[in-house]
Nanobody, 127 residues
Framework: QVQLVESGGGLVQAGGSTTLSCAAS????????MGWCRQPPGKEREFVAAISWSGGTTYYARSVKGRFTISRDNDKNTVWLQMNSVKPEDTAVYYC????????????????????WGKGTLVTVSS
């Protein structure tokens, strides 16, 4: 079992920066690809960013590429999402996710088969 706990959400001004953290518990957490999905108000969940178990491969949604950076430290069992130049349309509940398959993390925002989900943290970007 892997448990995921997000932190770092809150109110951010447009153009500003914030960092989300995801603490993973469980002996095998470092074996999992991890990532972030988000659900804007009134919309479906969508993929944001993914990182392989080693940290050597990353993927980003087109809407955040160049502004967001995903990283991980397996010794600390933590994944971060650095969010720069945020926009009002980045307002959403952000979920940390984990799966043994990186492809599932990339494509599984609305897939019930994702191995693990965090409870989410709300990021609100004010204009």
């Amino acid at each position: 079992q892997v448990q995921l706990v997000e932190s770092g959400g809150g109110l951010v001004q447009a153009g500003g920066s914030t960092t989300l953290s995801c603490a993973a518990s469980g002996r095998t957490a470092s074996n999992y690809a991890m990532g972030w999905c988000r659900q804007p108000p009134g919309k479906e969940r969508e993929f944001v960013a993914a990182i392989s178990w080693s940290g050597g491969t990353t993927y980003y949604a087109r809407s955040v590429k160049g502004r967001f950076t995903i990283s991980r430290d397996n010794d600390k069992n933590t994944v971060w999402l650095q969010m720069n130049s945020v926009k009002p349309e980045d307002t959403a509940v952000y979920y940390c996710v984990a799966d043994l398959n990186l492809s599932t993390v990339v494509g599984g925002a609305n897939y019930d088969g994702m191995d693990y989900w965090g409870k989410g943290t709300l990021v609100t970007v004010s204009s």
